[in-house]
C-alpha cells in the first residue's frame, strides 16, 4: 500500500469515528444498547465494512463501545473519555510510576480484603497465561500481564477503580514494554506477582500492598 493510500484509509477510520462519536453525543444509541452491525453501520455511513470495523476498535480503544465477540458491539457510556485517555497518554514514566501507586497499590489493598472465590480463580488464570509468555514476545507478555492487573483491581469490587484503570492501562503498558526491552528481564520481578496473588488469598492487604509497591518500583 502507497503513502497515499494509506493516508486515505486513515483519513476514512477518522471521519467514521467522527461520525459515530456525533450519534453517540446525540443520544442516538442508549447506554447498554447493542449497535447496529458493520454492515448496517458501513450502509447507514456510507463507508466499508473494513473501515466501520477499524473505527469500532478506535471507539472501543477510548472506552466509549464493548466489543463483545460473538455477540456484536455495545455502548458503554454516552460520555467520551477520549481526552482523559490522551492525557494519561502524555504522562512521563515518573509520573504513571506515582499514579500506579496510588491507584494500584491502595485497590489491591482492598481487593485482600474483599476477593472472591471467583476472583483467585481469574487471577491464578491471568498468572499463568503471562508466565507462558514471560520469556518470549514481550507485546504478548505485556498483554497478558495486564489482564492479571485489571483482575486485580477487579477484585477490590469497586466499579470506578475498575474503570480508571481500563483507562489507564494503556500507560502501564507503555511503561512495562520500555522497562522489559531497557533491562534484563528478572524472574524475581516477575515472582512478585505470584507473591501479591498469595497475600490476597491470604487476606493480608498490608503485605499485599507491599509487595504492590516492590513491583512497581521495580
Known amino acids: 500500500m502507497d503513502m497515499n493510500s494509506e493516508l486515505t484509509r486513515r483519513s476514512l477510520v477518522e471521519l467514521a469515528?467522527?461520525?459515530?462519536?456525533?450519534?453517540?453525543?446525540?443520544?442516538d444509541w442508549q447506554v447498554g444498547q447493542r449497535l447496529p452491525t458493520e454492515p448496517e453501520l458501513a450502509l447507514q455511513l456510507g463507508i466499508s465494512r473494513n473501515t466501520v470495523r477499524e473505527a469500532m476498535r478506535v471507539l472501543a480503544f477510548s472506552g466509549l463501545v464493548e466489543i463483545r465477540q460473538g455477540d456484536g458491539s455495545y455502548l458503554r457510556t454516552s460520555q467520551d473519555p477520549l481526552q482523559a485517555v490522551q492525557a494519561m497518554s502524555r504522562c512521563t514514566l515518573e509520573q504513571a510510576r506515582e499514579t500506579r501507586h496510588i491507584l494500584?497499590?491502595?485497590?489491591?489493598?482492598?481487593?485482600?480484603?474483599?476477593?472472591?472465590?471467583?476472583?483467585?480463580?481469574?487471577?491464578?488464570?491471568?498468572?499463568?497465561?503471562?508466565a507462558?509468555?514471560?520469556h518470549g514476545d514481550v507485546d504478548a507478555y505485556v498483554s497478558c500481564d495486564l489482564v492479571f492487573h485489571q483482575c486485580l483491581i477487579d477484585a477490590a469490587?469497586?466499579?470506578?477503580l475498575s474503570e480508571l484503570y481500563r483507562y489507564f492501562s494503556g500507560v502501564v503498558a507503555t511503561a512495562?514494554?520500555?522497562?522489559m526491552t531497557s533491562?534484563?528481564?528478572?524472574?524475581?520481578?516477575f515472582d512478585l506477582h505470584g507473591q501479591i496473588l498469595d497475600a490476597i488469598e491470604q487476606r493480608d492487604p498490608e503485605r499485599a500492598k507491599r509487595l504492590s509497591r516492590t513491583l512497581i518500583e521495580s
Do not use: K, Y
Not at 489491591?108 to 491471568?126: E, F, H, K, M, V
Not at 533491562?183 to 520481578?189: G, I
Open 176 to 179: 512495562l514494554q520500555h522497562n
Open 17 to 27: 469515528v467522527e461520525r459515530m462519536r456525533e450519534r453517540i453525543l446525540q443520544g
Open 104 to 130: 494500584e497499590t491502595e485497590a489491591i489493598g482492598l481487593a485482600a480484603l474483599r476477593r472472591t472465590d471467583d476472583d483467585l480463580q481469574r487471577l491464578r488464570a491471568a498468572l499463568e497465561g503471562s
Open 157 to 160: 469490587h469497586n466499579p470506578a
Open 132 to 134: 507462558e509468555h514471560f
Open 183 to 189: 533491562v534484563p528481564r528478572c524472574q524475581a520481578t
